[in-house]
Every structure is written in structure tokens, then in C-alpha cells.
Nanobody, 118 residues
Framework: QVQLMESGGGLVQAGGSLRLSCAASGSIFSFNAMTWYRQAPGKQREFVALLTKVGITNYADSVKGRFTISRDNAKNTVYLQMNSLKPEDTAVYYC????????????WGQGTQVTVSS
């Protein structure tokens, strides 16, 4: 059973930056993809960014050009660099790991709060 632990959230002013980390208890290279999702108050959880095993990335339109997903296989950690933050980026950010049989199974972290003040 893989465990994911997010960190790096906090309070930042609009226009600022944060880097989220997602540390896995096992090898992230074993997963087909690592992703970030977010959930704002009163809203459904939404996709933010994806990084496949072979290095392909995909981003939600709302974060393209501002957020960057990356990984350090040696540290079993995935990152989400968030620049030019906006108040609408305020949400709990979740790390998600997709094994080969996704969507039949996947793994989630507990989330980290990001608050962007205007």
C-alpha cells in the first residue's frame, strides 16, 4: 500500500509562488502517472496537472503557463511549482498516483491547503 504525503501549502499573496511536494512511501516510477488535483470550498475536486511515467505532462487550462509538475525519482517525490498565483487557485491540493490498472485503483494523499489572498 503506497502512502502519499503532500506538503508545501500555505498562505501567499496574489502573484506569489509556492512549491508543493508529494512524497511517496514507495517508488513513484512504478506508477503510470502522477497527478495533482484540487478542491475549492463548495466545489468538486478538479484536475490540475499530470506527469506520465515517460515524462508527458498535461495541465488544466486554468493553470497552463503558471504551474509546472515535475518529479525526482530518487526521492520518490512529485512537485507542483505554482507561480503567478491567483485567489481562484485557493483550494486543498491533493496528490494522486495512478497505477497500471487506473481507474480501477489509485492512491491519494491527505491534501495540503493553499490560500491566495488578493
Amino acid at each position: 500500500q503506497v502512502q502519499l504525503m503532500e506538503s508545501g501549502g500555505g498562505l501567499v499573496q496574489a502573484g506569489g509562488s509556492l512549491r508543493l511536494s508529494c512524497a511517496a512511501s514507495g517508488s513513484i516510477f512504478s506508477f503510470n502517472a502522477m497527478t495533482w488535483y484540487r478542491q475549492a470550498p463548495g466545489k468538486q475536486r478538479e484536475f490540475v496537472a499530470l506527469l506520465t511515467k515517460v515524462g508527458i505532462t498535461n495541465y488544466a487550462d486554468s493553470v497552463k503557463g503558471r504551474f509546472t509538475i515535475s518529479r525526482d525519482n530518487a526521492k520518490n517525490t512529485v512537485y507542483l511549482q505554482m507561480n503567478s498565483l491567483k485567489p481562484e487557485d485557493t483550494a486543498v491540493y491533493y496528490c494522486n498516483a495512478r497505477p497500471i490498472n487506473w481507474p480501477r485503483s489509485d492512491y491519494w494523499g491527505q491534501g495540503t491547503q493553499v490560500t491566495v489572498s488578493s
